[in-house]
């Protein structure tokens, strides 16, 4: 089939590989449009963007999916079906306008966590099983009729990072797969059960506080659903101070946010239930560290305590 992408992050890179190995043809890409990044605010296209560019494929950067400049080249390029991993909302005109339509690949197994942070949900509820669902595009958010899904376990070590590459791999190969069933007309699309939906929004930045008197488990997950970006955050003395990773301790009940146990390898915090260990840090000005590194040049005793 000839394929017109779109698609924004990293996430959607290995989607684009997999089908450039398929029978199937990748006849346009769409995506953002450059913005100015690093110190020198030069403009740079999304990581779908540039991968364009080094594969010579013919990249489309609208600044208007309603333009109807950019409905114009779509028509001529004369697609068979849109393919939407990790992109924006697409107007109705655009959703119809190849024979197949368009579909979408989404980090879970709709109808749960529909939304923008699927895979930090999943991890932040302590889900054991994630999952990837490939399914027809409707105007309304992750509502389309499903077309294929995978269940994917998920790790206790697995955090957004890990998480989300093992979902885009194995929903790269989903996508190809469903591509050759949709050609070959052999896929039976099954309507989702909307009284079963659950919400994934994005990530705010008053969520990413923690709040000490949580459980050690529930703050754990956060942290899990959080890194490496943007990372839980706290307070220690008076500025910014992130954690990335962490491991839950049974212990006695103590003060919530108070060090516990600090020594040359080893910083535990105590919480609302349990205590947790802390394994990799940011200081506010500082690079993210391991906890033996940042113990090094840190001056932090028992009683000290975080969220202040």
Known sequence: MKIVFMGNPGFSIPTMKAILESQHDIIGVVSNPPKPMGRGRKLKSTAVGEFAKDNNLNLIEPTSLKSPDLHQSLTKLSPDIFVIVAYRILPKS?????????????????????????????????????????????????????????????????????????????????????????????ITPLKQNHEKATPAPKITKAMTQINWTSPARKIHNWIRGLSPRPGMATM?????????????????????????????????????????????????????????????????????????
Not at 257 to 286: F, P, Y
């Open 94 to 186: 655009l959703i119809n306008l190849p024979k197949f339509g368009a579909v979408n690949l989404h980090a879970s197994l709709l109808p749960k966590y529909r939304g923008a942070g699927p895979i930090q949900w999943s991890l932040i509820n302590g889900d054991q099983v994630s999952g990837v669902t490939i399914f027809q595009l409707k105007p309304k958010v992750d509502t389309g009729d499903i077309l294929m899904q995978k269940e994917i376990p998920i790790n206790k070590n697995d955090d957004m990072m890990s998480l989300g590459m093992k979902l885009c791999i194995s929903g790269a190969d989903l996508l190809v797969e469903t591509l050759d069933k949709l050609e070959k007309g052999t």
């Open 236 to 308: 220690f003395k008076g500025k910014n101070f992130r954690i990335y990773k962490s491991t839950t301790i049974d212990y006695p009940s103590e003060i919530p946010g108070q060090i516990i146990k600090v020594n040359s390898g080893e910083l535990v915090v105590a919480t609302g239930d349990g205590a947790l260990s802390l394994l990799e840090v940011q200081a506010e000005g500082k690079r993210k560290m391991c906890i033996e590194d940042f113990l090094r040049g840190a001056t932090i005793n028992i009683g000290d305590t975080l969220g202040i």
